[in-house]
């Protein structure tokens, strides 16, 4: 009896411990449109920590465009060809660090496409997302002229999209599913 009682207590709360959604299962609404799970694994891993970061990016992003903020296609594959200069796909995934090869391979495993396919998908929304975020933080905050500076805005920053991210569930622009 003991046994059995034990089981189903693991089986509970690896139930409720895990987040498992399907790829078009719907996390969360913002300003109407749909942030799906399979968004979401463009970027991360389906952890609650990640689905917060994603919804944040997406807030930032929603921001910088509201104020006119635009990011060209050129400046994206420029941001990309910094990283690793005149490389192709197969050759980035040869020479980055393993626990990254795993990531990439798990996430298009769960998506059902190549790791190649991921990558490159994670690859362009990575610096399309980031060209957004940088921009949009350099408008509102300045650069910093410090390291300390540094680190005062980045609390600021912080604050910021904390406070973004409460006034868009409050407003009912943001719906957590």
Request: glycine residues 6%.
């Amino acid at each position: 009896m003991k046994f059995k009682f034990l089981i189903i207590c693991l089986i509970l709360l690896t139930a409720c411990s895990g987040t498992n959604y399907d790829n078009e299962d719907v996390i969360a609404v913002l300003k109407g449109e749909e942030i799906k799970a399979k968004d979401i694994l463009s970027q991360y891993s389906l952890e609650d920590k990640n689905i917060e970061i994603y919804i944040k990016e997406e807030i930032i992003i929603l921001e910088a465009k509201s104020k006119g903020i635009a990011v060209s296609e050129q400046e994206i594959q420029e941001n990309k060809k910094m990283l690793f200069p005149g490389a192709d796909t197969g050759e980035i995934l040869k020479i980055i660090p393993d626990k990254d090869k795993e990531f990439y391979e798990k996430q298009a495993a769960v998506l059902g496409i190549s790791p190649e396919e991921y990558f490159d998908i994670w690859n362009d929304a990575y610096h399309s997302r980031d060209a957004y975020i940088q921009k949009y933080i350099v408008q509102k905050f300045g650069e910093p002229t410090s390291v300390e500076d540094g680190e005062l805005l980045s609390e600021d920053i912080d604050d910021h999209i904390n406070k973004l991210l409460s006034s868009y569930k409050e407003n009912g622009e943001l719906i957590l599913n």
